[in-house]
């Protein structure tokens, strides 16, 4: 049989040390700050109902789910990969959530929900990693209801971060990942023991304009964090000076043009 894209990345996500990694370079405790406010920010635009629930795509670890059920809104969390699951069923009891937030194995590519059936989707840094990006897009437009709002955050190929290290990186002929340049954004592809992983820098032109091609509009768009460089700096004190511009970006300007991070609504 012929490994397709997706079935490689399908295999590098099943990998266990790929979560781990993600868990040590984004949960931290000076990231908590960002998420936090991100949280209270998308549920002050959302205005769910006390008890809502939400469909957590490509939940991961559940950090984000975990965030939705201590402000009292149920989930249930999918992702296809069988460890972030596992990860995900140890932090949601370790937190005592498991009333609140229910755990599924599901692709985005092919989810079984009939259409129509939520009223709030999250999406957060999941489209970035799918290959056929335009599938899932079609997907969570289906699965959502008429009146019901999708969240995206993906990371933006035009910001600021993401043009310099380019420029960068050229100049010092030091790209390390096989890089293709597609309508869809910038993907990265690194290769392990005959798995792949993409990670897309998208095109949020090119996103937006695929939702809307499939019935949903974009309400809203904010900045994430500005920058995401703290995964790759060791120095404390710089980490910390990335995270103090990233809260007071979010916090103040919230412009989502130069931001590594964008947070986009689809209604
Ligand atoms: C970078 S992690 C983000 C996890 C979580 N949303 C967060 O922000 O903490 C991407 C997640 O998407 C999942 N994923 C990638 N492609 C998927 C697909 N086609 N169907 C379901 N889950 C997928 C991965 O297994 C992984 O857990």
Redesign the pocket.
């Known amino acids: 049989m012929v490994d397709t894209p997706?079935s490689l990345?399908?295999n590098f996500?099943a990998r266990p040390e790929v979560?781990q990694q993600?868990s040590r370079d984004?949960?931290t405790g000076d990231n908590e700050t960002f998420f936090e406010q991100a949280f209270d920010h998308i549920l002050r635009v959302l205005k769910p109902s006390p008890g809502a629930t939400f469909l957590?795509?490509?939940?991961?670890?559940c950090?984000?789910s975990v965030r939705l059920a201590r402000r009292g809104f149920n989930v249930h969390a999918?992702?296809?990969?069988e460890s972030?699951l596992a990860m995900a069923q140890d932090y949601v009891s370790s937190k005592q959530l498991r009333e609140r937030i229910t755990l599924g194995r599901?692709?985005?590519?092919e989810l079984s929900f009939p259409d129509d059936t939520f009223d709030y989707v999250?999406?957060?840094?999941?489209l970035?990693?799918?290959p056929e990006v335009e599938r899932?897009v079609s997907e969570l437009s289906r699965i959502i209801k008429p009146g019901g709002t999708l969240v995206v955050?993906e990371g933006n190929k035009a910001s600021l971060e993401a043009v310099g290290l380019r420029s960068l990186r050229r100049l010092l002929r030091r790209e390390k990942a096989e890089v293709r340049e597609k309508p869809e954004g910038l993907e990265y592809w690194t290769a392990k023991s005959g798995d792949a992983l993409v990670t897309r820098q998208a095109n949020i032109r090119w996103l937006i304009k695929s939702f809307e091609a499939h019935g949903l509009t974009l309400t809203r768009r904010v900045a994430g964090q500005l920058s995401e460089s703290y995964t790759r700096l060791s120095a404390p004190p710089l980490k910390q000076l990335v995270h103090v511009r990233n809260n007071f970006w979010f916090q103040h300007v919230r412009w989502p043009g130069p931001a590594f991070g964008n947070i986009m609504f689809f209604h």
């Open positions: 997706s990345v399908q996500l979560h993600w984004y949960r957590d795509a490509g939940c991961g670890s950090a984000h999918v992702d296809f990969s972030a599901e692709s985005l590519l999250l999406c957060w840094g999941v970035m990693h799918i899932a955050s």
